[in-house]
Nanobody, 123 residues
Framework: QVQLVESGGGSVQAGGSLRLSCAASGSTSSCKIGWFRQAPGKEREAVARIVTRSGSTYYADSVKGRFSISQDSAKNTVFLQMNSLKPEDTAMYYC?????????????????WGQGTQVTVSS
């Protein structure tokens, strides 16, 4: 079992920045840790993920160049630095982990989820 706790959400004006944190505890044998987001009335979408062993990263096209995912392995924490935020980034952001290295954007393949942290970007 992996427990994930997100923090760092909040309200910001367009163009601003936020840094989300995801602290993992329990079994830390996850192959990937990622961030998903879900806006009201929309499906949950993958935002970014990192392969814990190699540090390899993936970003959705909508956030590429603005968001950056990183990890502090010693603290079992993954960060999502979000810059140049837009109103369309407004959503609940979830940290997720999976032991399956083949898992990509399909949320069903991610086994562990945090409770979510709200990000609101105003224009």
């Amino acid at each position: 079992q992996v427990q994930l706790v997100e923090s760092g959400g909040g309200s910001v004006q367009a163009g601003g920045s936020l840094r989300l944190s995801c602290a993992a505890s329990g079994s830390t044998s996850s192959c990937k840790i990622g961030w998903f987001r879900q806006a009201p009335g929309k499906e949950r979408e993958a935002v970014a993920r990192i392969v814990t062993r190699s540090g390899s990263t993936y970003y959705a096209d909508s956030v590429k160049g603005r968001f950056s995912i990183s990890q502090d392995s010693a603290k079992n924490t993954v960060f999502l630095q979000m810059n140049s935020l837009k109103p369309e980034d407004t959503a609940m952001y979830y940290c997720a982990a999976t032991r399956w290295c083949w898992a990509t954007n399909n949320a069903e393949n991610w086994s562990y989820w945090g409770q979510g942290t709200q990000v609101t970007v105003s224009s």
